[in-house]
């Protein structure tokens, strides 16, 4: 009779043992989900430029965001931004040009018909007028290629660009 009260408790306390493991797995595991949640840290910053194709994962963040500087006055890049005399720019590598709805692009960025990418981008930087003769963006261009990485590195981090898997 003692021997089958001991094992009670036992089987008891196992019981007990494991339900409480479970509470802890799903409190430590539901942390990391609320950070996500939150706007991208300078460390998931880091680590989103580091998976950028190359040689974007090489660009230099903080001169791409004084590179920015130049687009500003015409563009917002955060998700939901407003069109200024340019359109929203959140999301734009892997959209199709001229996409926005609502933004009267110029016939020319209109009949474009590609998607952007760095290349692109890359070419429009340096010379809008010259890569697309009748686009009204009134930009004179980018004319040193580390400053277009650095800023195209710069808009991927900051539009929502995500690598391929
Ligand atoms: C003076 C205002 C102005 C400045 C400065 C400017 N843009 Fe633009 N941008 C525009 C306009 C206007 C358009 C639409 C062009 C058209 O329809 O031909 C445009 C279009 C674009 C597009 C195409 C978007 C799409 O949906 O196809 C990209 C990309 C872009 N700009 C990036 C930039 C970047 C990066 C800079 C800074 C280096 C910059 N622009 C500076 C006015 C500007």
């Not at 991208?40 to 994962?57: F, H, I, R």
């Not at 959209?95 to 209109?110: E, F, M, N, T």
Request: with cysteine.
């Amino acid at each position: 009779m003692r021997v089958f009260h001991t094992a009670a408790i036992a089987a008891f306390c196992i019981v007990l043992a494991a339900c409480s493991k479970g509470e802890e797995k799903s409190e430590s595991g539901s942390t990391p989900v609320a950070a996500v949640a939150a706007a991208p840290s300078d460390t998931e910053k880091a680590a989103l430029l580091a998976a950028l194709p190359a040689p974007y994962n090489a660009g230099d963040l903080a001169n791409g965001q004084r590179k920015f500087a130049l687009c500003r006055s015409c563009h917002t890049i955060a998700e939901g931004g407003p069109a200024l005399t340019g359109p929203n720019l959140y999301g734009v590598f892997g959209r199709p040009s001229g996409a926005v709805a609502d933004y009267a692009y110029s016939p020319a960025l209109k009949a474009a018909g590609f998607v952007w990418d760095g290349e692109h981008l890359d070419k429009w930087l340096a010379d809008p007028r010259g890569f697309m003769p009748g686009t009204k963006m009134a930009f004179a261009g980018l004319k040193d290629p580390k400053d277009r990485v650095d800023l195209i590195a710069y808009l991927k981090v900051e539009t929502g660009f995500k690598p391929a898997p």
